[in-house]
Nanobody, 124 residues
């Protein structure tokens, strides 16, 4: 069973970097394609990035492409998202998600499991 717990959020300044983590307390982490989504206040949830089960394939939304890195450590059942040069528009609740499919669409309907989210606030 997959149990996802995110951490690493907080209040940061614009221009700073942040690394989010998502730990799976279950035993099947390496079977799943893993993704990060975010939802800003008053907005729809959006896909940020995802990574294939072995880490060989990644996808980034244009909003974070070039300044973020998604990675995973299957030995530690942990997913990471590092975002650099943070902007106020990166402010959102960030969720990790797991799917047995090969990727995610922006809606996230493919997700089989979700974490509870971690808040990121970027001040200008």
């Amino acid at each position: 069973q997959v149990r996802l717990v995110e951490s690493g959020g907080g209040l940061v300044q614009a221009g700073d970097s942040l690394r989010l983590s998502c730990v799976d307390g279950g035993r099947t982490f390496s079977y799943y394609t893993m993704g990060w989504f975010r939802q800003a206040p008053g907005k729809e949830r959006e896909l940020v990035a995802y990574i294939s089960w072995l880490g060989g394939s990644t996808y980034y939304d244009d909003s974070v492409k070039g300044r973020s890195t998604i990675s995973r450590d299957n030995a530690k059942n942990t997913l990471y998202l590092q975002i650099m040069r943070l902007k106020p528009e990166d402010t959102a609740v960030y969720y990790c998600a797991a799917t047995l499919k090969t990727g995610f669409q922006s809606s996230g309907t493919e997700a089989d499991h979700w974490g509870q989210g971690t808040h990121v606030t970027v001040s200008s």
